[in-house]
C-alpha cells in the first residue's frame, strides 16, 4: 500500500457464543489484513466463551445480562459503552438477540452481521439445518449490513459451500463456518478500503483505483 496511513477504524464485536468469528476478525487484524482495531467486546451473556477469548487477547470486554431489562433499557446500555469505547463500526459475530431499529440508527450503516447461509435463502435460526432440510446443494454465508428486519440488511460478501456430498448437518455448518472466517475479515476491509455508497440494495464500491494512488494523467 502507498504512502498515506489510513487510522485504524475502532470496531466493537457482540457474541453471545464461542466467538469463532470474533477471532477471526481479530487475527485477520492482529495481521494487518484489515486496517481496524476491535475496541470492546459485548455481550448479553456474561459467560460466553467469546468474551474470555477476547479476555486472552486483552481486549477490554463487557458482559452485559439483559436479564430483567427492557430491551431498550439494555441496548441504552450497550450503545452507551460501545460509543464511549469510540465505536464507528459494530460486528456482530453470533449474537443471538434481535437489535431494535434504535440500535441501527445509533450507527448508521455501520452495523454488520454474519449469517450462515446465502440471504435471502434461509433467514432466522438454525440456518445450516434449514438448507439441510431443503436439500439444497450449496450453501454458504452472508456478510451484510443490518437494517432494521431479520437477516435483510444490504450483502456485502457472500461465499459458496457445496453441501451435496455432507453426510449431517453439523458437517454443513462446519463447512459453511470455515468459510465464514474468511468472509468477516474480507467484508470489513472491503468496506474500509475504500468508498462505497447503496444503490437501493446494492453495495457499490468505487473503482480500485480510489484505493491506490490514481497515477497522474500527464496532457
Ligand atoms: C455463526 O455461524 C454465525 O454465522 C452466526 O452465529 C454463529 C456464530 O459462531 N450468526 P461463532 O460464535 O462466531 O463461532
Not at 51 to 58: I, T
Not at 204 to 209: C, G
Request: one cysteine or more; glycine letters at 8%.
Amino acid at each position: 500500500m502507498s504512502g498515506s496511513r489510513r487510522p485504524l477504524a475502532k470496531v466493537g464485536v457482540l457474541l453471545s457464543g464461542r466467538g469463532s468469528n470474533f477471532v477471526a476478525l481479530q487475527e485477520a487484524m492482529l495481521a494487518g489484513e484489515v486496517p481496524a482495531e476491535i475496541v470492546l467486546v459485548a455481550s448479553n451473556l456474561p459467560s460466553a466463551a467469546g468474551l474470555a477469548k477476547a479476555r486472552d487477547y486483552g481486549l477490554p470486554t463487557l458482559g452485559l445480562s439483559h436479564r430483567g431489562m427492557s430491551r431498550q433499557e439494555h441496548e441504552e446500555k450497550l450503545i452507551a459503552a460501545l460509543r464511549a469505547a469510540g465505536v464507528g463500526w459494530v460486528c456482530l459475530a453470533g449474537y443471538m438477540r434481535l437489535l431494535s431499529p434504535r440500535f441501527v440508527q445509533a450507527f448508521p450503516q455501520r452495523v454488520l452481521n454474519i449469517h450462515p447461509s446465502l440471504l435471502p435463502s434461509f433467514p432466522g435460526l438454525d440456518a445450516q439445518q434449514q438448507a439441510w432440510d431443503h436439500g439444497v446443494r450449496v450453501s454458504g454465508c452472508t456478510v451484510h449490513l443490518v437494517d432494521e428486519g431479520l437477516d435483510s440488511g444490504p450483502i456485502v460478501v457472500q461465499r459458496v459451500v457445496a453441501i451435496d456430498d455432507a453426510r449431517h448437518p453439523d458437517e454443513v455448518a462446519a463447512r459453511i463456518l470455515a468459510e465464514e472466517h474468511l468472509a468477516y475479515p474480507a467484508a470489513l476491509r472491503y468496506l474500509l478500503m475504500q468508498s462505497w455508497r447503496l444503490e437501493g440494495r446494492r453495495v457499490v464500491a468505487s473503482s480500485p483505483e480510489a484505493v491506490s494512488k490514481k497515477p497522474e494523467k500527464k496532457p
